[in-house]
């Protein structure tokens, strides 16, 4: 299978408006895949515990930070999200000449979900994916299927400073620093040669094979990319187009700039197709630490007919259960050898709700047109309430608890009166 899937941008001061860092993903993943949104809090763990990613269990550690999560509903990791430290993590699927095939290991999604479990900053997430990946490797169907569909992958970290860019092939990484401006990836790896931290063996590796001869400057992208650039043609389109988007609003790029950036159809962003965007994130997160971050959430598929719903992370954040798949625990398919030998039904509230409305959306025009609008309104109606305390600061937390569940209600109000 070729690479045909997501985009993760960052955009940091002076390229937003304000000193405010904004960090957005398109999941793009299997048309009937359903991707949930979580959240799970803060906990302390016992000496001795064990962690069950998807396909392998590891050692946990002693504290995880709450965290805010857009996952595929099969597995254990995520595509994306945000902890209470405001650390946001994306994760891209990139070929090389390395194989991808392998043995079942973590997959890219449990890295980005335990990085935000562990890491209370960018830097900090870099180092606990990597040791990971040294310790564990990465490998396994990212598919809920019996096909082999197995990639590496690159992330792309931000807290309220900076953001690195991780690039990985098998268990040889490299790693940027990115101190301002915006940046973006697609399927394809982007670090040439301003490498700010690396895996030991990474260059000898290269050099070892043949990738590198050792005299002219490394670049990573060069050495580990494929000798043709034919397999990540579309990604490249997808990239360009995104780099061309952000330089467009450089300066003044907000939560609608990649809100708008996401939902861009001509781009290839907001893909569709057997692959299509199943869910979208963009967060906002001031450098003044003293203000809160907003993470704003689909957990449906389409942007352009979805509704961006805030999170913020308070004392008493609540379970988002309309946004929460059916648990089928140790009698769900994926646990089971051979796995995938079914499909059971993963829709949560949200999800179903929205599927209806989005056939309404297709086969009738100016329904469709009046219900896109008033989802649009709804959208705004929360960006502006969320601006008054990404400004001033919180003033009601036990309000805020709820935010993301409530807007829920809202948007499937609107659908009832569809």
């Known amino acids: 299978m070729y690479p045909s899937s997501c985009d993760t941008f960052v955009a940091l001061p002076p390229s937003t408006a304000g000193q405010r860092i904004i960090f957005g993903k398109n999941s793009d993943r299997p048309c009937d895949e359903v991707q949930e949104v979580v959240y799970h809090p803060a906990r302390d763990h016992a000496a001795g515990d064990k962690l069950e990613c998807t396909y392998i269990e590891i050692e946990q550690v002693a504290h995880t930070y709450a965290v805010v999560l857009s996952k595929p509903a099969w597995l254990w990791g995520a595509e994306m999200g945000a902890n209470e430290h405001q650390v946001c993590i994306g994760n891209e699927a990139v070929w090389g000449r390395e194989s991808a095939d392998g043995d079942e290991a973590l997959l890219g999604m449990d890295l980005v979900r335990i990085g935000l479990e562990r890491a209370d900053t960018a830097e900090k997430a870099v ?8 310790k564990y490797g990465q490998g396994g169907t990212c598919m809920e299927d019996e096909c082999s569909f197995t990639y590496h992958n690159s992330f792309l970290i931000s807290d309220r400073k900076e953001a690195w860019l991780l690039e990985t092939s098998g268990k040889h990484w490299a790693a940027e620093r990115v101190k301002g401006g915006h940046r973006n990836i697609s399927n394809q790896y982007s670090i040439t040669t301003k490498i700010d931290k690396e895996h030991p ?8 094979q043949g990738w590198w001869d050792g005299a002219t400057p490394f670049n990573f992208s060069t050495a580990y990319s494929f ?34 950036i996401l939902r861009d159809k001509d781009s290839g962003i907001n893909m569709e197709g057997s692959f299509m965007t199943t869910g979208s994130m963009v967060s906002v997160i001031p450098t003044n630490p003293a203000l809160p971050g907003v993470h704003y959430f689909t957990a449906t598929p389409g942007p352009e007919r979805s509704v961006f719903k805030p999170f913020i992370f308070v004392k008493n954040n609540i379970e988002l259960k309309e946004t929460s798949s059916p648990s089928y625990g140790a009698d769900d398919p994926v646990k089971k050898k051979p796995r995938f ?14 599927e209806r409305v989005a056939a309404v959306i297709e086969s009738h025009e100016d329904k469709g047109m009046k219900i896109t609008e008033g989802m649009r309104a709804l959208e705004k109606e929360k960006r502006t309430e969320m601006e008054e305390i990404i400004s001033n600061g919180i003033k009601e937390e036990d309000f805020l608890a709820n935010l993301f569940s409530s807007c829920v209600q809202g948007e499937m109000g609107l659908y009832g009166k569809r």
């Open 127 to 134: 180092d606990v994916i990597t040791e990971l990946l040294q």
């Open 201 to 208: 063996e990474m260059r000898e590796y290269a050099r070892g």
């Open 227 to 260: 000798t043709t650039t034919a397999r990540i043609e579309a990604s490249g389109s997808r990239y360009c187009e995104g780099k061309k988007l952000l330089q467009e609003n450089n300066g003044h790029i907000t939560a609608e700039t990649m809100m708008d």
């Open 341 to 354: 030998q079914s499909k059971p039904d993963r829709k949560h509230a949200l999800f179903l709700e929205h």
